[in-house]
């Protein structure tokens, strides 16, 4: 029998889940450094939460969870025939994997509204699922790291996310630009196009600019009946250069007439205002072709992508106005970006920038020289984990060799042995295993000696 995992997904050693931790931690602090708060929502969410959210093509992107029991069982007959995959699909299963974090969080404000304290500062920390193709870089369950506040339209709020993703990277040691744009933009940018209805169309086929190039963004905009004046309108819009204050410049030219685009415009100089007094050192760049296909965005929206290597966004985020009010509670404005775990990763892993402390899950093992000797050893063990130090024995009394090696392909960087010498005289031997040095040192210095590393 071959065996195998679903095509998308991973499994973990305890070398990469110590890499994982590593980034989660650290994202972990920089959220509670700005008073975000963690909450968990469930693996599944009804259908009716999920679907209408993403948009077209992130609807064929959830997963969905057939109904328990005889689920076929009220199934009209005509739907079992013929290509109603949709009606089907609605009567055989009500709930479905998420598909990111802010959907379940918004559910979750309107839910527990009479709980929490607006405006709210949540992060959350879980895997998400989506149907796609896998690919480098690609996953169909990965971990977001979400960060968001709702309950506020200040943009002081969009500063501060960009103040975290520039203190996680720095933090990470990952170089990277922050792009940002605004969807009022690009509704004004559709409204001189006079396609104020296709706005959905319009940002669904931009997005996909640095994939795939200008021509097929072209392509796809004339299947979608936008004809070649409009597009003429768009197309130098997407490659505009120059410094943001430029860029800036140049559309409040072209979007003069429009009252909704002047309004992103207006937003985008506000950030970028607070973004110069902060010294950010991330690089910060206006991108008008930054669209972000999910619909529910209303303001501001940020990408982030490492710098010097071939990989999608690593973090992404935006303003949503009205995301509650599809649950019944209207008139609540959140923002809030999100983390890709999984990228992450690869971008540290291509980069060599995991810190060597950070693949040590045991500082110590001491190793078993026999019955007396474990005795001996185990009042030290408690003493050294009392301290918050990682230490194991080894179980079983076996060749030195044996031992050593097993802490070599650990990488646990001290060994301590205390055989019968060792323990007439209270001591105990420490062997560096990095640079093969040893000293015989009482319990307290031991403890000492290990504290400094």
Known sequence: MSISIPKGTRDFSPDEMAKRNYIFDTVKKVFKLYGYQPIETPAMENLSTLTGKYGE?????????????????????????????????????????????????????????????LPFKRYQIQPVWRADRPQKGRYREFFQCDVDVIGSESLLNEAELLQIIDLVFSKLGVEVTIKLNNRKILGGIAEIMGQSDRLTDITVAIDKIEKVGLDVVKEELIS????????KILEPILSLSGSNEDKLNRMEEILSESKTGLRGIAEIRTILNYVESLNISSTVELDLSLARGLNYYTGAIIEVKAQNIDMGSICGGGRYDNLTGIFGLKNLSGVGISFGADRIYDVLSAKDLFPQS????????????????????????????????????????????????????????????????????????????????????????????????
């Open 57 to 117: 093509e992130g609807d064929k992107l959830l997963f969905k969870v057939l109904n328990s029991g005889n689920f076929l069982q009220n199934v009209p007959v005509e739907l079992l025939s013929g290509d109603k995959v949709l009606p089907l699909t609605n009567k055989i299963s009500e709930k479905g994997l998420r598909y990111d974090l802010t959907v379940p969080f918004a559910r979750y404000v309107v839910q527990h509204r009479n709980d929490i304290i």
């Open 224 to 231: 979608k009946n936008i004809n070649d004046e409009q597009i």
């Open 358 to 453: 950070s693949l040590e899950a045991t500082r110590v093992l001491f190793v078993n020289m026999g019955a007396k000797e474990e005795i001996y050893c185990l009042q030290a063990l408690r003493a050294i984990r009392e301290e918050g130090i990682s230490a194991e024995i080894y179980p079983e009394q076996t060749k030195l060799k044996k031992q050593l090696e097993y802490a070599d392909k650990k990488n646990v960087p001290f060994v301590v042995i205390a055989g019968e010498e060792e323990m007439a005289v209270e001591k105990f031997l420490l062997k560096n295993m990095n640079n093969k040095s040893q000293k015989a040192l009482p319990l307290r210095q031991l403890l000492d000696e290990l504290k400094q590393y």
